[in-house]
């Protein structure tokens, strides 16, 4: 029998923000290193963040606005009344023993990315680091650093999804300013809900999910769906019964273990909190945020394609990648045809390390040496295809890769100075 993985992802964002979620404390994310870790322990707190009695929360509002400007982008609609709730657990890092988020009221529900659906998109809170040494140490400068969640739908049925959905969400906050999603320092984090059913019966949503917590890195997220769906299939092929479960990754013996059975929402008795009254969003905010939104992915491409009269493939290249886009840009404006300049900076990364004035000059140079005398290329073509009966025969054959090959062998006995638009028209007409 054969299997279809069912995943969704939750996807945590640390927002860039200059305060906290629900204090006045400075966020260690919007530091000029944006590195929560590069702060002392215990250095950006307060009675909130420490979850300390009688303590009141206040909500940031920059961070509202971010979230939504999220949900905006990714097609969702904005919850005009909205609230925070507590949700109950605990766990050394969350010292008051709930963690304020929202679970029946998101800030933004609906609508997708990449086709796949959006479930909601809601704040929350993030809590302390547990620093695990002779002894279990807490260092709260991450508590309460905004958390934007974004809960995809299981509409994702391969590994390689999984990693393009995750990628494209990335893209789109950094696109959007709202944060770094810098995940070697933790500002993105990924869970993946994971569950096998039967190809002839892909209608159906499978009995049960594994959840996989805290995964922080790309390659890991397709580790760990890597090993599950082996495990899984190996586990339904004998007619066991799997289980609902939370599961780690041992990233060194790339293996997932178990480390507790799944809750449900109701075993985080969720309750509205009461120190923050609902929120009401208006209309003219959601416009002016709106109004704001930069061109997102589509809209880049087409607009590069436009501006530069590029191919489709090296503006979806460019758009992923700032750096590129950026030399690209410095190319062209140096004097360098578009065209040219892209293929240069996708086919030759190496050139980055050139400055883009010093690489103008030097592809000028080149072609003030290059040799475009017919008379002369025709003697070097002659003389490859005497030496190279083979190819010669694969060519004629239908091997276009054959062309390429003598087309190469004429640049190097002309050391590389020969026009190769001149030498495939003069080996085409000589064979």
Not at 97 to 108: D, E, K, M, N
């Amino acid at each position: 029998m054969s299997f279809e993985p069912v995943i969704g992802l939750e996807i945590h964002i640390q927002l860039k923000t200059r305060r906290k979620m629900f204090c006045d404390c400075k966020s260690p994310v919007a530091l000029a290193k944006g590195d929560v870790w590069q702060a002392e322990p215990n250095t950006h707190v307060c009675p909130v963040c420490l979850g300390l009695p009688g303590a009141l929360p206040v909500v940031n509002q920059k961070a509202i606005e971010q979230a939504i400007k999220v949900g905006l982008a990714l097609g969702c609609e904005i919850n005009k009344e909205t609230y925070f709730e507590r949700k109950n657990y605990f766990y050394p890092d969350l010292s008051k023993g709930y963690q304020i988020s929202q679970y029946r009221a998101p800030l933004c529900v609906g609508g997708q990315l990449d086709n796949v659906g959006i479930t909601r998109v809601h704040l929350e809170e993030d809590t302390a680091k547990s620093l695990h040494r002779e002894d279990t140490l807490l260092d709260f400068n991450k508590s309460g650093i905004p958390l934007l969640e974004i809960v995809s739908e299981p509409d994702i049925h391969s590994v390689k999804d999984a990693r393009i959905y995750s990628k494209a969400i990335q893209e789109l906050v950094r696109r959007l300013g709202v944060s770094d999603a810098d995940m070697e320092k933790g500002q993105m984090r990924l869970e993946a809900n994971i569950s096998l059913r039967p190809t002839q019966r892909v209608a159906e949503l499978p009995p049960y999910r594994v959840e996989i917590k805290n995964i922080n890195s790309f390659r890991f997220l397709e580790g760990a769906l890597k090993y599950e769906i082996e495990r899984q299939t190996k586990a339904l092929e004998k007619g066991e019964k799997l289980e609902q479960e939370t599961r780690g990754y041992n990233v060194k013996r790339r293996v997932t273990f178990v480390q507790r059975t799944k809750e449900e929402a109701h075993d985080y008795r969720y309750f509205p909190e009461p120190d923050i009254p609902p929120l009401e969003i208006a209309d003219e905010t959601i416009s002016r945020i709106k109004t704001s939104l930069p061109k997102l992915k589509d809209g880049l491409i087409d607009q590069l394609i436009e501006d530069y009269r590029i191919l489709r493939k090296d503006a979806e290249v460019f758009v992923s990648d700032e750096t590129k886009l950026e030399y690209f840009k410095d190319l062209v404006a140096e004097g360098l045809e578009s065209r040219r300049a892209a293929n240069l900076v996708i086919n030759r990364p190496d050139v980055l390390l050139t400055r883009p004035d010093d690489l103008v000059r030097q592809l000028e140079r080149e072609k003030a040496e290059e040799i475009t005398d017919e008379d002369v290329l025709r003697k070097a073509v002659k003389a490859v295809i005497a030496a190279n009966p083979q190819a010669v025969k694969d060519f004629r054959s239908g091997k276009e890769a054959a062309l390429k090959f003598l087309i190469g062998q004429v640049m190097r006995q002309t050391r590389g100075k020969a026009n190769p638009q001149v030498v495939e028209k003069l080996l085409k007409k000589a064979l």
